[in-house]
């Protein structure tokens, strides 16, 4: 690290990060867990063999699961799994309406273009990514000469090990470490309950508190056609969770910005986020309204329904954690303060000043940068990738756009090339949304919208492409891919000549926002991390990146606005609300699950909360007792916690997660899936026992 050291006292006075003792607060990584204040808090004391199973068992799916059987079998999320769920449904065969349950291993039904990995090692590359161009070159310079060294290592650890390696940055870029990942591309459907079990209550109860929700699936990984034996599994516990454990949650949360200064919050909150609230309440309107259509087009829009409401409601509660006058008031004055501990001991620069004139840049940039691409998983986004894989694998490493490194090339690739199901009512429906949001935001005159309107309107147009192309015909797709620049030339289908078009555009912007936005920000967020890391090193977490974490707390209710919330819900709580809405949507209890009301003890819990620090992306988060056993399984947070992007508190923030208790008896109980019940005690049965295997890790 460079910089002159700086005093502990006057930094964590300035800086105002010291820990109250009791905070649950951290999503820490496996390389530097918090062992002493664990063991302070807690009294408990965690073994490397203890954090190894862990980091062993916990496998990355989109969002987050884990082994739970020597077999292979993962735990997870419903909504994690909802998009291999919905893949796999037809008009006939509708898995997210009905559930599914394989009886045996070989009736389990593979996810197209799925992916699980485990971490294996993690090592700091921290000097070779950092500093790899002069201290004075230009921010082009440093971020190709940056990309290539990323790329560099990434490409020497997968030849070297045959692994998946990922360089990720932490501590706002002031460190950088290599990931190493086991990799599966067969994952296999076992179980899922019906949507409705799952997501009980709706967007309704979308992060609300008590919740009755049987959010869970599982699914098995397979290697060379038979399960994966792992290294490391998680056992069912052999005592139910209760109040005032002491629990640990393994996952992958997405992204946090705790260590964002003002202006990147004001950015945040002013510019970015009213774009990104807009654009989803328009496709959430558009969404509804298809379905609304017919009930093969409410089963079609499912999964994107599910997906931008959620994510609605969460940004929804972003927003309003960064209209909260204290939340904001707090980040000012710690930020007044260190500013005030930079300057006394003479550290070089401005990083605050820097950050201000870089988030001006990205506002005047933001409506562009937000719109001009081609829209979320339409065709149309199909074609660009197709059209951008082809021209960008053609580039040095250093010129890509960093999303084609060769890490995430093989990834995109094959989901391009895995049959999925295709709606070209639905598409026309989501193409035309981001057309007309493009238009609004950018003008007619813009060269973006001349290109994609063509003179049209945006439903005339989204009608002409859609109707017109093949990229849904994984034929097509699968020719143009393996073609590469000579096929995509020749091609004459309208998205990927519209997509021809829209590529030089796009890729100008994301040249601009790595030259003019990532590097200067991470050199100016370096300058501070820096500073953080001086006093505190890695006893205090970076922020989260997507990537392996470690959390704890303990189970506890909470006061919510003066109401004392339990720290349990259970089956008969789930009968009394739907009884206590007529049955009615979105509160009606799928069939089986209401026809297994007298087989279930009303006392049996259902969901529970903890203080665990969490975030989107640790969905499918098991969560374990002292012993690494799993209690439970995390699904969402409470609305008092969706202000954890910015700023944690332990008073009423909760995570949410649906007990082993719960599962165990949905499968018993319910769905007659004895025998994968009987897997997660630990007793598989005979067929899967007798079943070959390949061990992994």
């Known amino acids: 690290m460079t910089g002159s050291p700086l005093s502990t006292i006057s930094i964590a006075m300035a800086i105002g990060m010291a820990i109250p003792a009791q905070a649950d607060e951290g999503m820490w990584t496996f390389d530097h867990p918090p062992l002493q204040r664990i063991e302070q808090q807690y009294g408990i004391k965690l073994t490397p063999d203890w954090l190894n199973k862990l980091q062993g068992a916990a496998v990355k799916f989109g969002a987050s699961g884990s082994f739970v059987s020597a077999d292979g079998l993962m735990l997870t999320n419903h909504h994690v799994a909802l998009d291999c769920i919905a893949q796999l449904s037809s008009p006939g065969h509708d898995l997210q309406q009905h559930g599914f349950v394989a009886a045996t291993q070989t009736e389990e039904l593979r996810c197209p273009g799925a992916t699980a990995r485990v971490l294996e090692s993690t090592e700091d590359v921290t000097d070779t990514i950092l500093h790899v161009a002069p201290a004075n070159a230009d921010a082009d310079t440093v971020t190709r000469a940056r990309k290539a060294a990323i790329a560099k290592v990434e490409d020497d650890c997968a030849s070297k090990t045959g692994m998946r390696c990922q360089v990720v940055p932490l501590y706002s870029g002031s460190i950088f470490h290599l990931y190493r990942y086991r990799q599966w591309d067969d994952v296999r459907l076992a179980f899922a309950p019906e949507f409705q079990a799952a997501f009980f209550g709706g967007d309704a109860d979308n992060f609300v508190y008590p919740r009755f929700a049987l959010d869970f699936a599982l699914l098995r990984i397979y290697d060379h056609g038979q399960p994966v034996h792992p290294a490391h599994y998680l056992k069912l516990a052999t005592a139910p969770v209760a109040e005032g454990d002491a629990i640990f949650v393994v996952g992958n949360p997405g992204r946090t910005s705790r260590l964002f200064t003002i202006a990147e919050l004001e950015q945040l909150r002013d510019v970015r986020m009213p774009l990104m609230l807009a654009g989803a309440r328009a496709q959430q309107a558009a969404l509804h309204a298809y379905a609304a259509r017919s009930?093969?087009?409410?089963?079609?829009?499912?999964?994107?329904?599910?997906?931008?409401?959620?994510?609605?409601k969460s940004m929804n509660g972003e927003m309003a954690a960064l209209n909260d006058p204290s939340l904001m008031a707090r980040k000012a004055s710690e930020e007044a303060a260190f500013r005030q501990a930079y300057a006394a001991h003479g550290l070089k620069g401005d990083p605050w000043r820097d950050v201000e004139h870089i988030v001006q840049r990205k506002s005047a940039k933001e409506k562009e940068l937000w719109t001009v691409w081609y829209g979320h998983r339409t065709l149309f986004d199909t074609a660009g990738h197709i059209v951008e894989m082809a021209y960008e694998r053609a580039l040095p490493e250093s010129e890509r756009m960093g999303e084609y490194r060769d890490l995430s090339l093989r990834d995109t690739d094959r989901r391009l090339r895995a049959d999925q199901p295709v709606y070209k009512d639905?598409?026309?429906?989501?193409?035309?949304?981001?057309?007309?949001?493009?238009?609004?935001?950018?003008?007619?005159?813009?060269?973006f919208v001349k290109a994609v309107l063509h003179g049209e309107t945006?439903?005339?147009?989204?009608?002409r492409l859609i109707r017109a192309t093949h990229v849904d015909d994984v034929n097509e797709r699968r020719r143009l891919l393996d073609g590469g620049i000579a096929a995509v030339e020749a091609s004459t289908d309208p998205l990927i000549q519209l997509a021809r078009t829209v590529y030089p555009m796009r890729r100008a912007l994301v040249r601009f926002s790595e030259t003019e936005i990532d590097t200067p920000i991470i050199e100016a967020a370096s300058k501070l991390g820096q500073a953080r890391f001086t006093l505190y090193g890695t006893a205090v977490p970076p922020d989260a990146t997507g990537t392996l974490r470690l959390s704890y707390g303990k189970v506890a209710g909470y006061d919510a606005a003066g109401i004392a919330t339990p720290w349990k819900s259970t089956f008969g709580g789930l009968n009394a609300r739907s009884d206590a809405f007529d049955h009615k949507a979105p509160f009606d209890l799928p069939a089986q699950l209401d026809a297994a009301r007298s087989k279930i003890d009303p006392r049996t819990p259902l969901d529970f909360v903890t203080t665990a620090d969490i975030i989107g992306g640790n969905s499918g988060s098991p969560v374990v007792n002292v012993q690494g056993d799993w209690v439970g399984l995390i699904f969402d947070g409470n609305l008092e916690g969706l202000g954890g992007r910015f700023i944690y508190t332990d008073e009423r923030a909760r995570s949410l997660a649906v007990s082993a208790e719960a599962i165990l008896t949905a499968l018993d109980k319910v769905y007659g899936a004895s025998t994968l019940a009987r897997e997660l005690r630990g007793q598989p049965s005979s067929a899967a026992a007798s079943t070959g295997g390949t061990h992994g890790g």
């Open 458 to 463: 945006p439903a005339q147009s989204a009608e």
């Open 295 to 312: 009930p093969e087009a409410a089963r079609q829009a499912v999964q994107p329904l599910f997906d931008v409401e959620n994510w609605l």
């Open 426 to 447: 639905m598409d026309i429906v989501l193409q035309t949304h981001f057309f007309t949001e493009a238009r609004s935001l950018l003008g007619d005159a813009h060269p």
